[in-house]
């Protein structure tokens, strides 16, 4: 057997324990704390992991290329991006929790509960109440960008984390691969992996939030405390990084 074969199934596991790696369940947690519906939850990892893929991808596949290892300034560089980001996270889960939980705020009319995609406007008691809710059509949803919101920022944050771990896993590879061929495989699988891994942690997290989110009280504290993990969690791997 080539040196291929054992480091492409080497690669899938890798990408496994990848997707686990604290800063990415940190990040990935506090945007699935934002998703209402359990798909949404799910999806989140999925995204993630395809922006992660894309820019690891690129990235790790120039490296090979070139024979080269990315300069120390840049990696750390890049590893203070995702410290930012994730604090970035955490401000703007604050920010929603402030805004979200005012006594006459639009998210106190907007259901936190699904009528098979269908709009509806009715009343019934809750925790905190009885009090209207509406149940707009998952097109408004989408205008109003809750969703869309969730689906970039999984996005983003996945592909800034691949550019994060280029360095390590480009080393990696020019350590033990000669070929650029075999290079782009590892790479490829290596993604894959960390998609699969980051698709079943969140859809292991997705359940649990959306069940919480039907609740006001939990929807709060889950709010509140993810924004706060992630902002402690942010400043504490900067300084680490530093």
Sequence with gaps: MTALGPAVMLGFLLGLQHATDPDHLVAVATIVSRSRRFSDGALVGVL???????????????????????????????????????????????????????????????????????????????????????????????????????????????????????????????????SPLDGFVYLGVFALGTVAGMTALTVVMAYPVAVALRFRRAHRALAVGSGVLAIVFGVVYAVRVI
């Design 48 to 178: 993630w992991g395809v922006g992660h893929a894309v820019t690891l991808t690129v990235a790790g596949g120039v490296v090979i290329a070139l024979n080269v290892a990315l300069p120390p300034a840049l990696t750390t560089g890049f590893e203070l991006l995702v410290a930012a980001a994730i604090v970035g996270l955490g401000v703007f889960r604050l920010r929603d929790a402030l805004r979200g939980f005012g006594a006459a705020g639009p998210e106190r009319m907007l259901a936190d509960h699904d009528h098979d995609g269908r709009a509806a406007l009715h009343r019934h008691g809750h925790d905190d109440g009885d009090h209207p809710h509406v149940h707009p059509e998952r097109a408004l949803l989408d205008v109003l960008g809750a969703r869309r919101s969730i689906a970039l920022r999984s996005i983003g944050i996945g592909a800034l984390h691949g550019l994060a771990g280029t360095a390590a896993v480009s080393l990696l590879i020019l350590a033990t691969l000669r």
